[in-house]
């Protein structure tokens, strides 16, 4: 059972078109963090938000923490063909004495030139 | 700025090998170390917790027998896969925080393919 509900699970969209993810979930975490990944290599990280209805902007990123704290999105804009990968939420909280950080379940982004 | 090392990054062993993956913090010490795995096009899943000094905290459902983790030093945590089999063909993924904080990035190793043939 996937915590983080991400979607959609696939995208492909045209350069230059708008787009939005979005990651769900039923608990709260304390904060929340967006990965963008490549293929063979490990995720990198993009964002961390930590307060509920926060909003950064990173460039055409636009990240977006729920009030609740519960969901987030990304919004891109004007989308090029360097965006593609695999974009993963994940969710930050404290398990014993260690921050764990639980994964959404990922959206392949692919921008078409 | 803060590194993770994975090594190998590929690696093709035979069906009941054992294969051990290293993940190092470059420039920082680690106490705790996470390790994942990933299917093509999936999301990762947490496996365990490596804890130096200490026992690894394992994930609901990962066999703490065929994938062993030592954590004996502040800046290096492996991962064993025992006796493997074409199944544990995968995408291993370390990663450790920098610094302390609670929402401190955690830094991601490149990755290592297994492929058990």
């Known amino acids: 059972t996937q915590l983080l509900e991400q979607s959609p699970q696939f995208l492909s969209i045209q350069e230059g078109e708008n787009l939005t993810v979005y990651c769900n979930s039923s608990?709260?975490?304390?904060?929340l963090q967006w990965y963008r990944q490549e293929p063979g290599e490990g995720p990198v990280l993009l964002v961390t938000?930590?307060?509920?209805?926060e909003v950064k902007k990173l460039k055409r990123l636009t990240f977006q923490f729920g009030d609740a704290r519960k969901d987030s999105s990304l919004h891109i804009t004007a989308a090029q063909p360097g965006d593609t990968g695999l974009y993963l939420c994940?969710?930050?909280?404290?398990?014993?004495?260690?921050?764990?950080?639980?994964f959404g379940s990922g959206t392949q982004l692919t921008v078409l030139p | 700025g803060a590194v993770v090392s994975q090594h190998p990054s590929r690696v093709i062993c035979k069906s009941g090998t054992s294969v051990k993956i290293e993940c190092r913090s470059l420039?920082?010490?680690?106490?705790?170390m996470f390790w994942y795995r990933q299917f093509p096009k999936q999301s990762l899943m947490l496996m365990a917790t490596?804890?130096?000094?200490?026992?690894?905290?394992?994930e609901q459902g990962v066999e703490k027998d065929k994938f062993l983790i030592n954590h004996a030093s502040l800046t290096l945590s492996t991962l064993t896969v025992t006796s493997a089999h074409p199944e544990d063909s995968s995408f291993y993924i370390c990663?450790?925080?920098?610094?302390?904080?609670?929402?401190?990035?955690?830094?991601f190793g490149n990755g290592t393919r297994l492929t058990v043939t």
């Open positions: 490596s804890n130096e000094g200490s026992k690894a905290t394992y």
């Open positions: 994940a969710g930050a909280r404290v398990s014993g004495s260690a921050r764990q950080l639980t």
């Open positions: 608990s709260v975490f304390s904060s």
């Open positions: 420039d920082f010490q680690a106490t705790t």
């Open positions: 938000v930590v307060t509920g209805g």
């Open positions: 990663s450790a925080y920098a610094l302390g904080g609670n929402n401190s990035p955690l830094h």
